[in-house]
């Protein structure tokens, strides 16, 4: 089993930066990608970026250029730092962690006023 304990979520301000942090622990063997989910209310969870073992790096249209993910393999560790936050940016965030099998935070919400 492996266990992800998230945080750095908050309330702020549009404009303002966050640090999202993700800590894998347990029986972890070998970790393949590492992503950062969302989901606002009412609307589906989307995927805001992803990082592979190797560093390579897809995002969401929508973050582009604000948000960067990257991750520390020897501490199973990821992380996702968000700049010039929005309110539309407001959603609680979910790691994830692919081994042979998905694993999902618990979630922290970001919350960005205008």
């Known amino acids: 089993q492996v266990q992800l304990v998230e945080s750095g979520g908050g309330s702020l301000q549009a404009g303002g930066s966050l640090r999202l942090s993700c800590a894998a622990s347990?029986?972890?063997?070998?970790?393949?990608?590492m992503a950062w989910y969302r989901q606002a209310p009412g609307k589906q969870r989307e995927r805001v970026a992803v990082?592979?073992?190797?560093?390579?790096?897809n995002y969401a249209d929508s973050v582009k250029g604000r948000f960067t993910i990257s991750r520390d393999n020897a501490k199973n560790t990821v992380y996702l730092q968000m700049n010039s936050l929005k309110p539309e940016d407001t959603a609680t965030y979910y790691c994830?962690?692919?081994?042979?099998?998905?694993?999902w935070g618990q979630g922290t919400l970001v919350t960005v006023s205008s």
């Open positions: 994830y962690v692919l081994t042979y099998r998905e694993y």
């Open positions: 347990g029986s972890i063997y070998s970790i393949n990608a």
């Open positions: 990082i592979t073992p190797g560093g390579n790096t």
